[in-house]
T-cell receptor
Framework: NAGVTQTPKFRILKIGQSMTLQCAQDMNHNYMYWYRQDPGMGLKLIYYSVGAGITDKGEVPNGYNVSRSTTEDFPLRLELAAPSQTSVYFC?????????????FGDGTRLSIL | GDSVTQMEGPVTLSEEAFLTINCTYTATGYPSLFWYVQYPGEGLQLLLKATKADDKGSNKGFEATYRKETTSFHLEKGSVQVSDSAVYFCALTPANQAGTALIFGKGTTLSVSS
């Protein structure tokens, strides 16, 4: 019953460093999403994917990149970490893109940029 | 654009008290509406949903009714427990836009004491 698995759970980066947040799902879901959650705010969409090889920008994509080479994996890349990217990052997936389909979330990655 | 507004928290209640968390939305057409819950240190979990006007979603004693006339989806529970302490997010997916992400409210923190 793994669902959506995110690694790492916590990470501290220095300004200018790069890293990849990993996300994997074992539910054979076509759609995957990356959100960020800032204190006292709802989640904001960074990028999403409707299937392997297809990605698209969300509301706040600047400073991030994604790839979707397989159905299962959807990594998020930070190339030049900035303090504004300090946040909690959530990966989610859904079977289809239909609006009535719920999304399944991972437990999040808490990232601090110092 | 579409948006969700939730009542500000935190909400502090005693065990067995009645809970209401207000949620209103702005959207064209008939979006799908959701309540997600986030327990400390965890990702978001779907609590309930409603996909058309007058639908009532329910789960674990929580209920919410899709009210098109007041553009509302208020969350209620008749008798809260300490284990209900969490952050509650109201969210929507826009009508007729497959593949788009959830639009979240800012979240309402509920704290229940025994």
């Amino acid at each position: 019953n793994a669902g959506v698995t995110q690694t790492p759970k916590f990470r501290i980066l220095k300004i200018g460093q790069s890293m990849t947040l990993q996300c994997a799902q074992d539910m054979n879901h076509n759609y995957m999403y990356w959100y960020r959650q800032d204190p006292g705010m709802g989640l904001k969409l960074i990028y999403y994917s409707v299937g392997a090889g297809i990605t698209d920008k969300g509301e706040v994509p600047n400073g991030y990149n994604v790839s979707r080479s397989t159905t299962e994996d959807f990594p998020l890349r930070l190339e030049l970490a900035a303090p504004s990217q300090t946040s909690v990052y959530f990966c989610a997936s859904s079977k289809t893109g239909a609006g009535n389909q719920p999304q399944h979330f991972g437990d999040g990655t808490r990232l601090s940029i110092l | 654009g579409d948006s969700v507004t939730q009542m500000e928290g935190p909400v502090t209640l005693s065990e067995e008290a009645f809970l209401t968390i207000n949620c209103t939305y702005t959207a064209t057409g008939y979006p799908s509406l959701f309540w997600y819950v986030q327990y400390p240190g965890e990702g978001l979990q779907l609590l309930l949903k409603a996909t058309k006007a007058d639908d009532k979603g329910s789960n674990k004693g929580f209920e919410a009714t899709y009210r098109k006339e007041t553009t509302s989806f208020h969350l209620e529970k008749g008798s809260v427990q300490v284990s209900d302490s969490a952050v509650y997010f109201c969210a929507l997916t826009p009508a007729n836009q497959a593949g788009t992400a959830l639009i979240f409210g800012k979240g309402t923190t509920l704290s229940v004491s025994s």
